[in-house]
């Protein structure tokens, strides 16, 4: 006998309005991107046939659609290339030691810095079609959130539980059925984290990639970012503020159709076995889940899907050779370490050979003073948001209420694009005469503290209660509180958040080291304005050596400090 | 239910295991020369304690990892990648957790490509012959650890393979759920309704051998190798409270405390072998901790004339072989115990150490440290020589490398310096990673070369 109604009886309830929703909510989604997928074909012929961009509020959504399209197609390329890529890097030991690398190097390379050279490419690759623009800024999106999502997947395979594999092994599962059973699910959680916090970091180039000037031209694409730029250049503050909004209401929107319940889906997938505190929710994932039309399309295609499965199985059935032979290998080993050399000292030649027969050595000193210049704006950046948003982060992090609160709010803040802002600032600045100088160091903040912030807040609430307990039983406070117990705490935290801001800053400074007002420009000296004002005249050594020099100095610190940090809250600070 | 006359399953034969040691320092042997052979109808134990191979032995017949030197038959044939006839039941149940009971227990049968209603028929029986009909559709995340392991042996079950291995299949499982799970698979073999011809069991529960073998085989350490076997000459179900089980117990446990003992299925009175110690860091310290020695010493003076057996410690302790064993080597070493037969006795020392002060226990500790266990003595004389009194960590671990792999190095250098640190030989740093002389204005106790006497050597 059942007391009470057993979950499938309330499951199949409302399943009727669900069902209806989803229908509607497809329904509503295809013609959306048809009608908006549409305007990539547009004509496009420069300089006499461009885009242009109409500053009529009312056509706000359909920009946003434009620009979010973007950003939906170019996370699809990161994630087949995170998929193809990690999974070469994690397979085969060879191709890891060159894959890995180079992954590092291009993480540090300004993405912005590139346009020029993706711009011209890409037009040139579709003439008389807005395609290749749109390709360019696609590309752009693609850069920006490729390389966290690659590193996350590929630590996910290098780190598979032991027994987990020896299982696959011994059940003799297909390379197919292996990527798909365990290898994609074990890196699930992982990927999708850093693929939305990327996803939010994309929207920054949306926003600079839509609108920007190459070898003296403009090119616009119809967006979002674009609309911020003519209402820019006709000085219009309540169209920015229009503009503003439309983009928060479109991040909202993205996190509660898309990110929340893939997350929500996602959490199937953790390693930890015991059930782990509070589950991710989603609102609409609870109506996939309660609809019946995604199970019955779902029992509908088993019978292809057991088809494919083992038609891609027996394509990759496992092959089981002789054991290695480990002469072959060493020597295998030996010429991977020449060949290295070799490249190494090819490229070395190479940029010797450039710097002299284009832009001499006396433009790369000035390139690296300037790159010390944004250097220290950088630094005081970090030193002076750590000051600021730490003690507030560990203030919300000691406060589960205020916590759980904030950090939505703080998320937001870092997924919003922080150039949308800076108009506002550039007119703050002008107004009030303040140097630019100094000022960008504001503009890169906008953008940068937020990563400090919530790293902080994460970082106070893994400070386990019992520690805290113990600090006010033994009566630290103060400084000595700070010293002995939060710094040590949020150590690691701190030195993620640190990285990702300091990237984030360098990124930035392409587009806050110059900015404009109308027909007033505001320029700072720095590395930044010389990519961006190389960059507007087409002069491509300068632009190269520019970016390199930049690349140089990411790499290094991040050689020389972060990774030392890090390796310090590794081995001493480890919770 | 074995006999020599039933078809051999899987034949192990000189098979050596050895992975290189860092910066090319040579190899270390995991396995020396194994031959072994598994029966139709028998259930077989490899019983080892930690360091003894024992499941890479069970990975090389599986065919997960190959042998260095040597050969694998199964069903005749020499193995080439995973063994066909073999499904492996794990220690941390290796469960998907983002498949149901239901997928986890298909997922053999799918890699083989059997259709899916096959699947789904032999998959619900192999659930219901581990009594887990009702969580057919259950994550593994919702189960308890006992539940988890059920699924775990229908997903073996169901691929009905030849030889069924567990690899410490109840030790990750609380006592009482291990023994509950244990009686039920053993019931399951007694029947005769069990799915796979033979198992083949790694082990380190003496009890859990021979309360499921036919056979227990016992490998020795350093390198690992097969010592012998032991034959459960009952009727199966083995009943623990036949005496003949308790001296079956009893023999293996002298056994396993004296590797010197050869295993021939009678007790033989130990031998002592001349020490021959070509480098201080050759010789293995046990992984024991100051604390837990002197809790052991302490446990054992409560016994009259600080006797007991072995075996009857063990179970007042609660602790499995890997755990305890390691704290009586450590005792031995120092000179606080002496093992004969399956009794451990405490030594007049080792009384004392039990029943003194702090201070004086430390005291003692030092004296034998210094007498018995020569590689205090040389980091002493190296520390000594510098001129700073200290000197860096990898020095020594270095030295150890040089014995043992890297990891073993590493655990070999974190038991000196917590023997070091008790005895107040030398303090260690960790965040320079240094060893250091104490400084001898701080402390009078440590500077006074106590125990530098004559009976080292």
Redesign the interface.
Known sequence: MRTFPSPEVLRRLPAGAADGAIILGTLVLLGLVAQVGAGTFERFQPPAVVPHIDLDPRNLPYYAARSTLRMFIALAFSTLFTLIYGYIAAKSRWAERILIPLLDILQSVPVLGFLSITVTGFIALFPGSLLGLEAASIFAIFTSQVWNMTFSFYQSLRTL?Q??V?????????GW?RFV??EV?AA?VGLIWNAMMSFGGGWFFVAASEAISVLNQEYTLPGLGSYVEAAVQAEDLPKLGWALLTMAVVILLVDQLFWRPLVAWSD????????GAAAPESWLYDLLTTARIPRLIGNWL?PSR?LA??LL??LTR?R?G??PNPEAERRRERLLTQLSWAAIAGIGIWIVYFVTTTVGFGEVLLTFGLGILTLLRVSVLLVFATVIWTPIGVAIGFNPGLAKLLQPVVQFLAAFPANFLFPFATLFFIRTQISIEWGSILLMSLGAQWYILFNSIAGAQSIPTDLREMAVDVGLRGWQRWQKLIIPGIFSAWVTGGITASGGAWNASIVSEIVAWGSTTLKATGLGTYIAEATAVGDWPRITLGIGMMSLFVVGINRLFWRRLYQLAEE?YHL | MSSAASPVLIEVEKVYKRFPLPEGKGEFTVLSQIDLQVRAGEVLALLGRSGSGKSTLL?IM???I?PSEGRVLSNGRPL?????D???V??????????TVQENVE??L????I??QIRRQRALKAIDLVGLDGFENA????LSGGM?QRVGFA?AFV?EPKVLFMDEPFSALDVLTAENLRGEIDELWNTQAFPSQSILIVTHNIEEAVFLADRVVILGSNPGRIRGEVKIDLPRPHERTDPRFKSLVDYIYEIMTNPEIPVTGEVAVPSRVGSRAPSPYALPLPHARVGGISGLLELIVEWPQGRVEIAELAERLQLAVDDLLPILDAAVLLGFAEVTGRVVQLTEIGQDFANTTILRSKDLFRQQLLARVPVFKSILQTLEEKNSRSMRADFFLDLWDEHFPHEEAERQFATAVDWGRYAELFEYDA?EERLYLPDPSESSAASEPVGLDSRSG
């Open positions: 539980p027994e987990l020896e299982a696959v092994t011994l059940y003799r599962l297909s059925q059973q365990l699910p699930m199937k997938f953790r390693l930890e076995q015991s059930a088993a057991e499965d083992r199985s027996h496992l089981w002789d054991p001493k | 990975r599986a065919g997960l190959p080439r990648g995973p063994n066909p073999v499904a492996m794990f220690q941390s149940f290796a469960l998907l957790p983002w498949l997922l053999g799918q890699a083989q490509g259709p899916r994550y593994p995340k919702e988890k997903r691929l965040s």
